[in-house]
């Protein structure tokens, strides 16, 4: 056992923190909280949902010049995922002589702040969006707000603050952290596994306890193949949104747990002539990004997922993996023909998307086998995507459903017609019945009569909490109608 075992090592405000015999899923939070005593980092619901948890946590960028920062819920972040990072809480901000970082005096400035208890996680997103975005919009302060809940100020105040930080040099809105960066390079961890005399990889916990449950980080999907055929049952931890929960809400405690956040070819992205290959641990943000220009639609939809903490953490593969119903990124991918590269071991294979569900959170995916990536087709010559989720609020909420679209509109009928859901059956799935009834036809031809009976022959009815039968089946429809009314405008001369 290495002497590095059962420690976990991050950065904080210029100091080393070495957090030693620790459990594997002690939180983030509860950590900066009880041993550093951070308590101006708050705990809420627990669930991601609030925000007063919120900090901040940088890696050195490709270079090893400066620290890139995400926000991050540390409610549900699992201490030892931090182990070659650095970590800024609000009390990181405060200069050495008093001066506040510019978000708090703006806060202090425009009365952003009435019980405090929401304030911190608010300063520490919007002081994350400034770090790269120094000239906000109203509308891009909303959206960096979207994940913390206020209930007594209101948010006029807080956007104000915004505002009003934002008319100061850019150079000051940055946060101080020049010493962490050698401290940084100091601690990174190992690119590259430790390969035993026999050639066979070994892996170091960065956890470990008396009774041999284990917390490790590997570096390379090699790495991770062999770990995982040795210990076929471990949790694969990618972003921790869900896994968080379960830790924070059901109590759960894996045995072996696998992070992935250290992979650097599953953060990857390769990009093809006709393909993009979404590496596994690809954050969400990340592929929000990507998609921005040739799927608008399908990057409209990863704006609303979650809040800028989740998407910053929560990956492709982590939302396909987790199986939800109502997951969010499936409708657009299983539309577009997304595949997935699969390994177990030595052994790759790719499976479609639309093939990979085989029943509510039940998969193709065998003990020890993992998503690699995710290959997603670029758009082809006339062709049309439309996707939209319907949900009751209109930012962080989950979908009562979600349809996406893909098409082409040649000599005036829609061909080649994709459509697929989530929320209308136990996983997200295509509906070859209802791409049935539009494929071939004139958009004025569609009938709405012929997708409500294609709709009730493709999934069981059935009230959820989030919506009733009555309800979803209509919007399932309406959208469908929309993208076909829509399409008139795009036919390709
Ligand atoms: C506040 C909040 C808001 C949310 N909003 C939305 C929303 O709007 N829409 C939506 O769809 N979901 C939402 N979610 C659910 C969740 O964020 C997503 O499912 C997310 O994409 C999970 O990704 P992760 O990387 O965090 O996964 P993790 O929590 O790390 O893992 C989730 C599951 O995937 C498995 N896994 C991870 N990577 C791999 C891999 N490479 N191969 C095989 N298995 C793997 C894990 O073992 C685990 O079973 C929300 C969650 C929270 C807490
Ligand atoms: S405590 Fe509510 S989001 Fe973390
Ligand atoms: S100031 Fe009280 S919750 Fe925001």
């Not at 919007?126 to 960096?144: E, K, M």
């Not at 035993?196 to 960065?206: H, S």
């Not at 996406?404 to 829609?414: D, F, H, N, Q």
Request: glycine share 8%; aromatic share 6%; net charge positive.
């Amino acid at each position: 056992m290495s002497e590095a075992t059962n420690s976990v090592r991050f950065v904080l405000d210029g100091t080393i923190v070495e957090a030693q015999g620790k459990r594997r899923t002690t939180t983030v939070l509860d950590y900066l909280r009880e041993e550093m005593h951070r308590t101006g980092t708050k705990e809420g619901c627990a669930e991601g949902d609030c925000g007063a948890c919120v900090v901040l946590v940088g890696e050195l960028n490709a270079g090893g010049t400066a620290i890139n920062y995400v926000p991050s819920n540390s409610c549900m972040q699992l201490l030892p995922s931090l182990d070659g990072k650095s970590v800024k809480t609000v009390e990181s901000l405060k200069s050495k002589d008093g001066t506040l970082h510019p978000i708090q005096q703006g806060m202090v400035d425009c009365f952003g702040s009435q019980c405090g208890f929401c304030t911190p996680g608010i300063v520490m997103s919007l002081t994350g969006l400034v770090q790269t975005n120094a000239c906000p919009s109203r509308a891009q302060i909303n959206d960096a707000l979207s994940g913390n809940l206020c209930r007594c100020t209101g948010y006029k105040p807080i956007i104000d603050a915004t505002l009003k930080a934002c008319q100061r040099p850019a150079a000051e809105l940055k946060i101080n952290d020049t010493a962490d960066v050698a401290l940084l390079k100091q601690i990174a961890r190992d690119s590259e596994p430790t390969v035993g005399l026999d050639g066979q990889i070994i892996t170091q916990p960065v956890v470990r306890t008396k009774k041999g449950s284990e917390f490790v980080s590997p570096s390379t999907v090699d790495e991770v193949a062999t770990y995982l055929t040795k210990h076929p049952q471990a949790t694969l931890l990618a972003g921790s949104t869900e896994i968080g929960l379960q830790v924070n809400k059901q109590f759960s405690r894996p045995q072996h747990i696998v992070y992935l956040g250290n992979v650097a070819e599953l953060k990857a992205v390769k990009d093809s002539k006709d393909a993009w290959s979404i590496g596994a641990a690809t954050p969400l943000a990340v592929v929000e990004t990507l998609v921005a220009k040739a799927y608008a639609d399908f990057a409209e939809v990863i704006r609303r997922f979650g809040s800028p903490p989740i998407r910053s953490t929560a990956t492709l593969a982590g939302n396909i993996a987790n199986g939800s119903p109502i997951g969010d990124t499936m409708p657009c991918l299983m539309a577009l023909g997304a595949t997935l590269v699969l390994r177990a071991g030595e052994k790759t294979r790719k499976v479609a998307l639309d093939a990979f569900y085989t029943g509510m959170k039940a998969s193709v995916l065998q003990a020890g086998e993992f998503i690699v990536s995710i290959e997603l087709p670029k758009p082809k010559a006339g062709q049309v995507f439309r996707a939209h989720k319907i949900s009751k609020r209109f930012d962080q909420d989950i979908s009562a459903t979600c349809a996406a679209m893909r098409y082409e509109l040649v000599g005036g009928k829609l061909k080649n017609v994709q459509i697929a859901y989530n929320g209308m059956a136990p996983s997200p799935c295509r509906a070859p019945k209802i791409e049935a009834v539009i494929e071939g036809k004139a958009p004025a031809d569609v009938r709405a009569a012929d997708i409500d009976a294609a709709i009730t022959a493709s999934f069981p009815a059935r009230d959820g909490l989030r919506a009733t039968w009555a309800y979803r089946s209509l919007v399932a429809r309406n959208l469908l109608m929309q993208f076909v009314e829509e399409s008139v405008e795009k036919e390709v001369a």
